[in-house]
């Protein structure tokens, strides 16, 4: 079953995540009869807004049981705006076209051409020329200009194309409209019917780049003919004999993943209307969703169809794969992850945000996917772990990242080493006993059971570095009896392990870089009631059962006035979710949660041996060396690192890196340099921000001016009931106090990328004055404005909070 989406227009998602699995709606496709004929009609190149066309038309003569080609001319008309009729209130027109005539008068042109593409004004049309002298002929890519309306300049502009061959084998060329995209299908050589697609890309004033092969996902074991790029060059459009479709050739689409060009989407096929058992091609669409192809569905030759968008989207049969990534420990945040189908077709390319986390859709035909890092130097990272987790959030399966830089599954990995212990209880072996085995992470690897001496053993994956074991069904008295070791193969104890409760999460209250001992903790909740004490040991170690760290949580000191802890970081630790939140006293030795008083944008520049160093893992350390955070530098050596506005000591240290030939700065968002660090023997470099704890004011500022808060739902430009009945309120408002004129800034939460959230707080901020207007405003009253991601009234890190951003502010002025 395929779910449908009603979007704005043809183009709303062009740059959403998942964008990949949408298949946009067509009303059912009609021949154009006005530009049809008994000949062929092919390459469609529309302009000056789609009221102009050129086209193709070739003639063909029966010989047998074949046709041989007669000849091929380019054809031109024009949009016959009076007798086309509006038939709906989006302005889409039936079109109608003007009797067709050749473009060019016999021998107003040298050779035999093919247009290939046009300027939006029609004034520069591009060309495949080609001249013969007698048995040989040259063949060029050209560029012509006109010379008033119905004339042509008399000598050609040659581009020179590196790579494009012409000596006979089969090729197809199209300009795309800003003419600095040219899209090739070409065979690799002659008599070769398997056509793949190429692109080059302009550099300069007649300069083009080497071609470019779409590479596999794209182009199959057979033709892939008629590419067309969409205006932002980010989703293409072609026919294909090799992909899977319902006949001859189908129309496919496919979403450009980065700027190499080599890497797009699998190509989804678009279906009926478009597609038949019959040849379908030349596709191209309109800024007004109107949509053009060539079929033979209905005669022997191909005719021009056309269809119209319908503003729907259908989402292919897909699942929602949420997974996590860790690499000692710490979640790996800016990490690209290439997923693959099993086919080695690039699905998608996906980054983790702060907390490792990442998000993917899957075709639910598609059993496995692989996960590859895309990182230049992956044995940085080698034994780093992700977990895919269900929908309820609990973890399904664990991979580790091999030497051949994807991940593969923990039960795939024969590379293991056996591990044994005995367990006891009060001076007694424990027989049939159950041992809960544990990773680093709180992932429940198995459950271990002991023989009658209280031996057990397990197999550890080589990638396994901190596992852990926990009786099953003690209660606390019963725990502090217990004597759990591991033991060499001959029996001898050589190390032995901790046991305590096991609990909800576990933490540490550090200040200075020495462990806070036996200090009493008391947690309330947002209604000031008492939830949890927990008290520190030796170690300055806690565990917890009730706590859940995405609830408003305040932490007090029982003894705050004894000692002076200004500085003092309390970690907790959620075993869930893997995720570990810090508090920091102040200056009144008050316990305050940071994120409440912002982040700001450290950037900064890596170097090693003076050149940039790409895709290099930097851990983060706060002022008690605890690691936070590990980013990745861009391909210049550049990063940057969202830091809390009250870490005021913090180190950066690159994995590995203990070299007197590296550097690393701090810079402005241009790259300038702002800041030099104390590097410290062990390849550390330490800095000192200005936030001073002692000076805080700890209320967070309210939003000036604001009247009213609109909200939307996850994903979506559309008014509920409820912030349409808001809007009325406002209105009313309004009106008592003679408000007139009104500022609309939308928001978005950060589910997605910084760009498309820009677009969609737009857009939100558009659906609000459009229900405004029937109220009597016109737009020139109306000012809107988008804020994107950029100006949060919440921490982005749950669901009710990210609710609470996704919003339009409506400010009277």
Do not use: C
């Amino acid at each position: 079953m395929l779910r449908t989406l009603v979007l704005l227009s043809f183009f709303l998602f062009s740059g959403l995540a998942n964008a990949q699995f949408l298949l946009p709606k067509f009303q059912e496709a009609v021949k154009v009869k006005s530009l049809s004929s008994e000949a062929e009609e092919s390459f469609p190149f529309f302009f000056n807004g789609g009221t102009e066309i050129y086209f193709h038309r070739t003639y063909f003569e029966e010989s047998g049981d074949e046709f041989d080609v007669l000849g091929k001319d380019i054809w031109y008309t024009d949009l016959d705006l009076k007798a086309s009729k509006k038939v709906d209130e989006n302005q889409l027109y039936k079109k109608v076209w003007k009797r067709p005539y050749r473009l060019f008068r016999d021998g107003e042109v040298e050779g035999i051409n093919e247009v290939i593409g046009s300027s939006e004004d029609g004034q520069v049309i591009y060309l495949l020329n080609t001249i013969f002298v007698e048995d040989t002929f040259t063949r060029r890519v050209v560029s012509l200009k006109r010379k008033g309306n119905n004339s042509w300049e008399n000598s050609y502009d040659e581009l020179t194309i590196p790579g494009l061959v012409f000596d006979g084998r089969n090729i197809e060329l199209r300009m795309n409209q800003s003419a600095d995209v040219l899209l090739i299908s070409m065979s690799s050589k002659i008599n070769d019917e398997n056509e793949d697609i190429y692109v080059s890309l302009k550099q300069g004033e007649n300069k083009w780049s080497e071609l470019i092969h779409l590479g596999e996902n794209i182009n199959t074991k057979r033709p892939e003919i008629t590419p067309f790029l969409s205006k932002d060059k980010k989703t293409l459009y072609f026919s294909s004999y090799g992909h899977e479709g319902y006949g001859s050739a189908d129309i496919f689409m496919s979403k450009r993943l980065d700027d190499s060009w080599k890497k797009w989407t699998r190509p989804l096929n678009l279906g009926e209307p478009i597609n038949t058992k019959d040849f379908e091609a030349y596709f191209v669409i309109l800024d007004s969703s109107e949509v053009y192809f060539a079929s033979d569905r209905e005669a022997t030759f191909e005719n021009f169809y056309a269809g119209v968008s319908t503003g729907e989207y259908q989402m292919a049969n897909t699942e929602k794969m949420n997974g996590q990534f860790f690499f000692q420990q710490l979640p790996l945040s800016d990490a690209k992850l290439e997923i693959y189908d099993t086919e080695g077709n690039l699905i998608d390319i996906v980054e983790t945000d702060e907390q490792g986390k990442f998000t993917y859709l899957k075709l639910k035909e598609d059993e496995n996917y692989m996960i590859k890092l895309a990182a230049e130097d992956q044995s940085e990272f080698l034994g780093g772990k992700i977990y895919l987790n269900n929908e309820d959030g609990s973890t399904e399966e664990r991979f580790f990242l091999t030497e051949s830089g994807y991940f593969k599954a923990s039960d795939d990995i024969t590379d293991r080493e056996k591990v044994q212990g005995v367990y006891m209880l009060d001076q007694s072996p424990q027989d049939q006993k159950a041992l809960l085995l544990e990773d680093e992470n709180s992932y429940v690897l198995d459950t271990v059971y002991t023989n009658e001496l209280g031996k057990f053993h397990y197999y550890k994956v080589k990638y396994d570095e901190h596992l852990t074991l926990t009786p099953l069904g003690l209660n606390a008295e019963e725990l502090k009896l217990v004597d759990l070791y591991l033991t060499d193969e001959n029996g001898n104890r050589t190390e032995d392990l901790m046991v305590r409760e096991k609990s909800s999460g576990s933490g540490k209250f550090v200040y200075n870089k020495l462990p806070i001992e036996n200090s009493v903790i008391k947690v309330f909740d947002a209604n000031g009631d008492l939830v949890e004490v927990i008290v520190t040991n030796d170690k300055g170690e806690f565990s917890y059962k009730k706590l859940n760290l995405e609830d408003d949580l305040t932490f007090k000191l029982e003894d705050a006035d004894d000692t002076e802890l200004i500085g003092g970081i309390l970690y907790v630790q959620d075993d869930k979710t893997k995720t570990t939140k810090r508090f920091f006293v102040d200056a009144n030795n008050n316990i305050i949660d940071p994120e409440k008083y912002g982040t700001e944008t450290v950037y900064g520049q890596f170097n090693y041996k003076n050149l940039p160093a790409q895709q290099t893992a930097l851990v983060i350390y706060d002022a008690n060396g605890v690691a936070i955070d590990t980013i990745l530098t861009d391909d210049e050596g550049a990063f940057k690192y969202e830091k809390l506005m009250l870490d005021n000591n913090y180190s950066i240290k690159p994995i590995d890196a203990t070299d007197d030939d590296t550097e690393l700065y701090l810079t402005d968002a241009q790259g300038n340099k702002t800041q030099s660090p104390t590097q410290l023997s062990d390849g550390t470099y330490g800095f000192k921000s200005q936030k001073d704890l002692a000076v805080l004011d700890q209320d967070r500022p309210a939003l000036a001016n604001v009247e009213k808060m609109v909200y939307f739902d996850f994903n979506s430009i559309k008014l509920t009931k409820k912030a349409q009945d808001n809007i009325k309120e406002l209105i009313k408002e309004a009106n008592k106090r003679g408000i007139k004129q009104f500022k609309l800034i939308g928001h978005a939460d950060e589910v997605g990328t910084k760009e498309v959230n820009y677009e969609v707080g737009l857009m939100r901020a558009w659906a609000v004055r459009y229900y405004m207007r029937q109220f009597g405003y016109s737009i020139n009253d109306i000012e809107v404005h988008s804020e994107g991601q950029d100006a949060p009234i919440a921490p982005n890190n749950t669901a009710e909070n990210r609710a609470k951003n996704r919003r339009v502010e409506v400010i009277f002025k």
